[in-house]
């Protein structure tokens, strides 16, 4: 059993940075790839970005390909998600996720602990 919170969401104009991190509990963290996901309001839960167990391995969505940047300290049960230059499209619930894979895995179906969200709106 994972359970995540996640933090840092908030409101930032346009052009802006936010950096999102969630925590994990349990022992386990480093057997499970990461992943960030969100939701518009009237939109489907899309993918963000996700990264491997090791943290070696990332890949992202190309709407915030060279904006964001995933990261996991798996020291501290952490992953985070750095993301720079806002655009108002990117206003949604983020979410982060774990997956029982090696990863990285952008697609929904493979994860299987998922965290309450938070928000992030960019304003224009």
């Known amino acids: 059993q994972v359970q995540l919170v996640e933090s840092g969401g908030g409101l930032v104009q346009t052009g802006g940075s936010l950096r999102l991190s969630c925590v994990a509990s349990?022992?386990?963290?480093?057997?499970?790839?990461m992943g960030w996901f969100r939701q518009a309001p009237g939109k489907e839960r899309e993918s963000v970005a996700a990264i491997s167990t090791s943290g070696e391995r990332t890949i992202y969505a190309d709407s915030v390909k060279g904006r964001f940047v995933i990261s996991r300290d798996n020291a501290n049960n952490t992953v985070s998600l750095q993301i720079n230059s806002l655009k108002p499209e990117d206003t949604a619930v983020y979410y982060c996720a774990a997956a029982p894979y090696i990863g990285p895995l952008l697609q929904l179906r493979y994860y299987t602990y998922w965290g309450q969200g938070t928000q992030v709106t960019v304003s224009s």
């Open positions: 349990g022992r386990t963290f480093n057997m499970y790839s």
